[in-house]
C-alpha cells in the first residue's frame, strides 16, 4: 500500500516574515465561516494515519494529544514525520489560529497522530489495520476519535482493511479517504483506490484553487465530493512551509471540515450525531461543478452552501 503521495515537485515556502495566512483552500471551502459557531472544531479528534508529524511545529503545538508508531521506523513512541507528508496533512488540518504561519480548516481540533507510513514510503496493509483498531479503542478522559483520516491508498481490495473500516464506523468514526492520484486527466476512465472505494468511507477527490478538476484525480462511482488538492499550502517539517500537490491534500479539508460539523451541529441538536450524519452533511454543502458525477461526486465542498 503507498499513501498516494504528493505529486513532486514540493516546493518549500518561506512565509515566517508574513502575518498568519489563512491558506487558499481553506478559504475556498468557506471554513472561516463556521469557525464561531463550531468553536473552531475544539474537542473534536482526528486521527491521522499517515507517516507521522513534526509534533513541535509552531503552528501544530497544542494540537497534537497523543500518537504512536506502527511502522518498522523507531519504538512506538516515536512518530516523527520522515518524509513531510504527515505534517503537511495536520497543517491543514489543524493549524494553530496564532498569528504565525498557515490556519488549518478547524484550528482548535486536537490530533492523534498515528504513524503507518515508514521511510520507504509505503504501509503495510496489517500496520494500516492496527492503527484504525487502535483509533478505534482509544479514549482519552471523555474523549474518543470522531473522525480518521487517511491519505493513502491501494489498487489492491483487501478483505481485512474493508473489516477494519467497517468496525471504525461501527464504532462511530467517520472515515474520510483519498481518491488517488491514477486520473487520466477527467478522462471517462475508472481508477479504483482501496480504502476510498469502500462504501462505508468518504471518498474525496481534488480540485485546483479556480474550482477546475486536477488532472491526477481518480474517477469513479465511490467520489463522493471533491476539495482543493492542487498547490496546498500547509505545514512542513522542520517548522516550515511547503506546497504540495495530491488528492492527499484534499482529504484533510474534509477531515477538518468535518470536525466543524460535528461540534456546529452537535450544539445545535443537544446530541451526537452519527457517521451517516457526518457523510450527509458533508455532501449536502457542496456544489457541483458540472462535471460527471464520477468525476465530482456531488461536487466542490462549500461549508457556508
Known sequence: MDQHMFLPPVRIVDITNNKQEIPPGVSLISAPAL???????????????????????????????????????????????QSGHGTHIAGTIAANL????????????????????????????QQVIDAVDYAIAWRNGPQRVRVISMSLGSTHDNADLHEAIKRAVAADIAVICSAGNEGDNCADTIEISYPGAYPETLCVGAIDIDLNMAAFTNTNETVDLVAPGNEILSTWMDGKYAVMSGTSMAVPHVTGAAALIINERERELGRTISVQEIYEQLKKRTESLGYKRTVEGHGVLMLDT
Do not use: M
Open 98 to 125: 496564532n498569528n504565525y504561519g498557515v490556519a488549518g480548516v478547524a484550528p482548535e481540533a486536537d490530533l492523534l497522530i498515528l504513524k503507518v507510513i515508514g521511510s520507504d514510503g509505503s504501509a503495510r496493509i
Open 35 to 81: 469557525w464561531e459557531e463550531s468553536q473552531r472544531g475544539d474537542g473534536v479528534v482526528i486521527a491521522i494515519l499517515d507517516s507521522g508529524c513534526q509534533v513541535d511545529h509552531p503552528d501544530l503545538c497544542g494540537r497534537i494529544v497523543s500518537g504512536r508508531n506502527f511502522t518498522n521506523d523507531g519504538g512506538v513512541e516515536d512518530y516523527t514525520d
